[in-house]
């Protein structure tokens, strides 16, 4: 295994940057999982570590040696993509044992790396089937164990589980994870998927228009993010704008906000804010005067299952509140509400 240390890549396509000066650290071991709306650099980023391509400037180090020139053959990377070929006349057993084959191992070393392989993705019975007498599941599974079953130092995994239904997405992401932990390797996961990155990885990295924006533990990058873009991106949020005044952020009509985090903002400055919807309380009457407090009408109300999303408007702006169904809130159109949240739970935003 291997840390994977990327600096200042930049991959031009003409004069496209699909990769604009990206700096980053893969930890061995870790799960890294690299979101990011379509054309943001996901795959590209991944391409160069993998040396399918190969960066314009910058470097890449695994455990600190540079490989931007080492040809793929040499990088001991395992891979597995969402359009993921299986060989077709070959048995399961058969596909996993490919690569040890091609990297001429013997016979009894590639038998048993090959059980092991199957038992930790859970296949030990299905070894002499076809790809085609497999679930969409399994086949996923086999072309996860076909990656690592070589040993690689580290394992790169572009929208692995895209084409999965979600209820066999969900199934597949716990195992993914749980084969991850078993063998400890570093996994570097692409995916545009935000709560299939929130809930695997240990850190996410959030790429836009080639650049790497945000980077941190799902939770710290969920809760506290810094950038207008990860916190729509990742999940919902509700921005407030406003100019900070020393010790709040006013808005237009004079509300005045308590914001945590704004130390760096001086008197005078524009500046937004966000606050996650289901940090948010609906109400009646006068809130607690610690609190955030804007007053307005249900405009909708959207039920989800386990939530309901209460579309509030306030002085001319909308203003979505999650509320847990378990609550028992009875809200519904037209009613006068309102809205409270505290200031630990408000964020500059750039
Ligand atoms: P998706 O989620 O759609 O797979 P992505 O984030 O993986 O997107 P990339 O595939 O890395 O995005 O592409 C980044 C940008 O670089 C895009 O604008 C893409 O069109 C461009 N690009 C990628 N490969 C090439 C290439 N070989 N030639 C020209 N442009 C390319």
Redesign the pocket.
């Known amino acids: 295994m291997a840390s994977v240390e990327v600096r200042n890549l930049t991959?031009s396509?003409?004069s496209?940057k699909?990769?604009d000066d990206v700096s980053v650290r893969f930890e061995d071991g870790g799960f890294y999982a690299?979101l990011?709306?379509?054309?943001?650099?996901?795959?590209?980023?991944?391409?160069m570590i993998a040396g399918f391509?190969f960066p314009n400037s910058g470097r890449i180090e695994m455990d600190g040696e540079s490989v931007e020139r080492v040809p793929l053959e040499k990088r001991q990377i395992g891979m597995m993509f969402q359009n993921y070929a299986l060989f077709p006349n070959m048995t399961v057993a058969g596909n996993i044992a490919f690569g040890l084959e091609m990297r001429g191992l013997p016979k009894a070393e590639i038998r048993e790396k090959v059980r092991a392989a199957l038992n930790l993705v859970k296949l030990d019975a299905l070894g002499e089937r076809k790809p085609h007498q497999l679930s969409g599941g399994q086949r996923q599974r086999v072309a996860l164990a076909r990656a690592f079953v070589i040993n690689p130092r580290v394992l790169l995994l572009?929208?692995p589980l895209g084409a999965l239904d979600k209820a066999l997405r969900v199934d597949m992401q716990a195992e993914l994870k749980r084969i991850q932990r078993e063998i400890g390797i570093t996994t570097i996961f692409?995916t545009?998927d935000q709560e299939e990155a929130l809930t695997m990885a240990d850190r996410i990295g959030i790429?836009r228009d080639?650049r790497l924006v945000e980077e941190g533990e799902p939770e710290e990058i969920y809760n506290h993010p810094r950038t207008l873009f990860a916190a729509t991106f990742l999940g919902d949020a509700n921005i407030l704008s406003g100019t900070w005044s020393g010790d709040a952020m006013v808005m237009a009509d004079g509300t005045r906000i308590l914001v945590s985090g704004a130390e760096k903002h001086r008197p005078g400055e524009p500046m937004q804010c966000a606050i996650r919807p289901e940090r948010m309380h609906l109400g009646k009457g006068t809130p607690t005067s610690s609190e955030n407090t804007l007053a307005g009408r249900v405009v909708r109300k959207m039920f989800s299952g386990v939530s309901s999303t209460f579309h509030v408007e306030t002085s001319g702006r909308e203003i979505r509140v999650v509320v847990p169904n378990s609550s028992g809130t009875r809200f519904g159109s037209g009613d006068q509400v309102t809205v409270t949240w505290s200031a630990q739970n408000t964020f500059p935003v750039a």
């Open positions: 991959r396509f003409g496209h699909a990769l690299l990011g709306p379509s054309g943001s650099g996901k795959t590209t980023l991944l391409r391509d572009d929208e692409v545009h790429l080639g």
